[in-house]
């Protein structure tokens, strides 16, 4: 058995260019003032990177919430705690090996970051609770993949139309 995929040095310069295009985005459409450590405390974790519950098999990405180390002297406006996004390198690169030309690698990661990094936003003013029953968190997540459309539609790039034809028309994965 062949061991799961996982970003090479070029897929993680795709990954940087996706964040911070996901960050000016969804900062923009929620009017921030930026994903700074004073409002919003998160990292990104790539396969090689993650613990076993970190590791999510039938999703790009899973959000983990972690309580954050306690402030320095100084730095007391900054959050009780931080988000993890656990991307899924191996369920991200078959996406793009299958979709076939119709997106690339760069496309996907700035949908899965603008769309966990929604779901950051909506925790952190309280719009949605971090935990809740499984009824409750299928309709977020399908709220959220709504906002994400919303938000990278106003792209004028014929890679993310695709991606965003593809899955609008297609099951949404559970926890993209």
Not at 54 to 83: K, N, S
Not at 121 to 128: A, I, K, P, S, T
Request: glycine share 6%.
């Amino acid at each position: 058995m062949q061991p799961p995929a996982t970003f090479s040095a070029e897929d993680l310069s795709h990954l940087n260019r996706a964040s911070d295009l996901a960050e000016e985005l969804t900062g923009d459409f929620f009017q921030l003032g930026g994903f700074g450590p004073r409002r919003y405390l998160y990292d990104v974790a790539t396969a090689l990177q993650l613990t076993e519950e970190e590791v999510a098999t039938d999703a790009f990405a899973q959000l983990c919430r972690y309580v954050a180390a306690p402030p320095r002297p100084g730095d007391r406006d900054r959050p009780g705690r931080y988000y993890r996004i656990c991307l899924q390198d191996d369920n991200i690169l078959a996406a793009v090996g299958k979709a076939r030309g119709r997106f690339d690698l760069n496309t996907l990661l700035c949908y899965i970051m603008t769309h966990e990094l929604i779901h950051i936003v909506r925790f952190e003013r309280f719009l949605h609770p971090f935990l809740t029953d499984p009824r409750a968190r299928l309709t977020e997540e399908q709220r959220v993949h709504g906002l994400t459309f919303d938000i990278l539609s106003g792209l004028e790039d014929p890679a993310m139309r695709s991606l965003l034809g593809y899955y609008r028309t297609h099951r949404i994965p559970r926890c993209l």
